[in-house]
């Protein structure tokens, strides 16, 4: 929305890339316009909105923690490892010692673009696994959601042109959490939420679970077949575009 922005510069700053005296929107930019149910639903079940927004604010920042780390670790960098992510990040080295996992150095945090579609973004790495070779895109979330299909759908189709042997897509989901001795139950403090969720049986009373002491979650996903996802990235760009025609007219963007 035009209220949103200051001037042309403040807009494409926020959101896009300057790459060779071209300006490319941000694929996570575009992603936005999609609605978020569950997003809403937290939203409706905080205390406040401020409350809902402290959450969001700092489960964001233990998630880019984590990010950070882990990036610096595919680099081969021996980074300092801070105490409240230790068992997320042990968590991931293991995972990573126990597959074939190869990450492609050269495309850790690498800027991408589409110079046909006209887009860009940053991917966290390529990788080759198992004998396929793909983007490996890094979540702190506590599931892997069908909407990052979207995002690594682009970054694929951007990487296409000068990379064809491309051929997949994962998802690697990096989480820490508490599981209850008793129950089977999780409790994921991120952000300071506490929240709960059943395990293989009933959830205890809350006062009875034996929480144990956070332990790291990896899980990673295939997803081989992204040309579906693309058409339907493309849709949110067009609704995208749509809904910044004022910004990007003014910036020549669009007619
Ligand atoms: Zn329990």
């Not at 700053?13 to 609605?35: A, N, Q």
């Not at 409790?187 to 002491?213: A, F, T, Y």
């Not at 997803?223 to 995208?240: I, S, V």
Request: net charge negative.
């Amino acid at each position: 929305m035009f209220y949103d922005y200051f001037n042309e510069e403040d807009f494409k700053e926020l959101c896009g890339y300057e790459i060779d005296g071209r300006w490319y929107p941000r694929v996570t930019k575009i992603i936005d316009i999609k609605s978020k149910p569950a997003l809403y639903r937290f939203y409706g079940e905080a205390a406040s909105y401020n409350a809902a927004k402290e959450i969001t604010e700092n489960s964001a920042k233990e998630g880019t923690l984590i990010h950070e780390v882990v990036e610096k670790l595919m680099v081969g960098e021996n980074p300092e490892i801070p105490d409240e992510i230790k068992p997320a990040i042990q968590g991931y080295l293991n995972f990573i010692e126990n597959k074939n996992i190869h990450v492609d150095k050269e495309y850790v945090e690498k800027r991408i673009f589409h110079t046909e579609h006209r887009y860009a973004g940053t991917i966290d790495t390529l990788a080759l696994i198992d004998g396929k070779f793909g983007v490996l895109d890094i979540k702190t979330s506590q599931a892997i959601y069908r909407d990052y299909n979207l995002q690594t759908s682009a970054y694929v189709e951007a990487l296409l042109s000068e990379l064809p042997s491309l051929e997949t897509r994962w998802i690697l989901r990096i989480d820490q959490v508490k599981k209850c001795f008793r129950c089977g139950g999780t409790m994921r403090p991120k952000g300071g939420r506490n929240k709960i969720r059943k395990g293989k049986s009933v959830l205890c009373k809350e006062e009875e679970h034996q929480w144990s002491d956070l332990t790291g979650v990896t899980e990673m996903q295939e997803f081989p077949f992204w040309k579906e996802d693309f058409q339907a990235f493309l849709g949110a760009k067009k609704l995208w575009e749509w809904e910044n025609s004022y910004w990007l007219k003014r910036i020549g963007y669009i007619n």
